[in-house]
T-cell receptor, first 111, second 113 residues
């Protein structure tokens, strides 16, 4: 099976930078996704990493180290609307595009 | 507009009754998925289907059933055998291409009284 760990909660200040970590243990790793989910709503796709390194997309960046089983999501210039849960999900070989999700990190952005 | 629809948004049922949740997509995706989310938790996979007329159990399939008779539709039945059915249910779909992201519907919040 897979094991995915994320911090449960984080708090940050508007305008600041925050890094949300995700560690995983799995066999047959074949990609890692980050999703954003506002309370009571559907998750929305943020980023996908399958090779080591940094992927940048506007205010959001995601990093992957396969040898360490580690990823992070970096959010810059935080806005109040970034208050949400951030879900890390892992894809494994042979499962199509089936994902296993972590429990999510609830981010609260304060003034 | 392409997307995924789930209906209804809120559903109430009495204990012991089966209930079917609808999921339709017009994204021409081959794969579809059902997840359950409990308060403060991540998503847990119930069933998934990679192609029409085929589906596989996920991590928590007990007490649930699905069908995939059409590419666009993947209904989920919550049976009376599911011990704790009250939850937020999310349907998703994805293309078959490796690494394709999953697109989610708005979800159905099921409450069993």
């Amino acid at each position: 099976g897979q094991n995915i760990d994320q911090p449960t909660e984080m708090t940050a200040t508007e305008g600041a930078i925050v890094q949300i970590n995700c560690t995983y243990q799995t066999s047959g790793f074949n990609g890692l996704f980050w999703y954003q989910q506002h309370a009571g709503e559907a998750p929305t796709f943020l980023s996908y990493n399958v090779l080591d390194g940094l992927e940048e997309k506007g205010r959001f960046s995601s990093f992957l180290s396969r040898s360490k089983g580690y990823s992070y999501l970096l959010l810059k210039e935080l806005q109040m609307k970034d208050s949400a849960s951030y879900l890390c999900a892992v894809r494994v070989t042979g499962g199509g595009n089936k994902l296993t999700f972590g429990t999510g990190t609830q981010l609260k952005v304060e003034l | 507009d392409g997307g995924i629809t789930q209906s209804p948004k809120y559903l109430f049922r009495k204990e012991g009754q089966n209930v079917t949740l609808s999921c339709e997509q017009n994204l021409n995706h081959d794969a579809m998925y059902w997840y359950r989310q409990d308060p403060g938790q991540g998503l847990r996979l119930i069933y998934y289907s990679q192609i029409v007329n085929d589906f596989q159990k996920g991590d928590i399939a007990e007490g649930y059933s699905v069908s995939r008779e059409k590419k666009e539709s993947f209904p989920l039945t919550v049976t009376s055998a599911q011990k704790n059915p009250t939850a937020f249910y999310l349907c998703a779909s994805s293309a078959s291409r490796q690494g394709s992201e999953q697109f989610f519907g708005p979800g159905t919040r099921l409450t069993v009284l």
